[in-house]
């Protein structure tokens, strides 16, 4: 960053051609890398049922892994990365500490797979209204993304 700051006070001397051509890479340099969401959605969970699902395909489209270290979301008091285990007739869910997607690839969080689970919901998800779920990432920085709540 400190180097970018330097080449900006040097810019005032620079033509005006010149800085047209090295602006959109200094936008490029300090932009935060972002995952592609696509087909996301949340489950519409019965009333009485304290907690639901998102579920979506993250693309990234980065050189290097972008790893999600924390999940959060308007509509509940807690939000995790889980995934669902099979083990015979048995069925659970285990925490993940975090989701490392690797460069130039794409994860699909989805039924009976890896998933956020919403819990203790603040109000009741109503259908098509959307829910608003945070990433933060492992270099601090968060992506916030509207999800529209689906039957399925």
Known sequence: MRRSNNLLRRSNKMPVQLKL?????????NAQAELLVEDAW?????PSIQMSAA?????????EA????????????SAML???????????????EQLSI????????QPGDMHIML???????????PVRITFTFSDGSHQ?????????
């Open 66 to 77: 972008q790893i999600i270290t924390g999940v959060s979301a308007d509509c509940c008091a």
């Open 102 to 109: 690797p460069a130039q690839s794409s994860i699909h969080l």
């Open 82 to 96: 889980h995934v669902t285990r099979t083990q015979g007739d048995k069925v659970s869910m285990d925490h993940l």
């Open 144 to 152: 916030d993304i509207d999800i529209i709540v689906k039957r399925e």
């Open 119 to 129: 819990m203790k919901p603040r109000y009741e998800l109503a259908l098509d209204t």
């Open 42 to 46: 949340v489950k519409l969970a019965p």
């Open 55 to 63: 579920y979506m395909k993250l693309s990234n489209q980065q050189q």
């Open 21 to 29: 051509l090295i602006l959109p890479l200094l936008i490029a340099a």
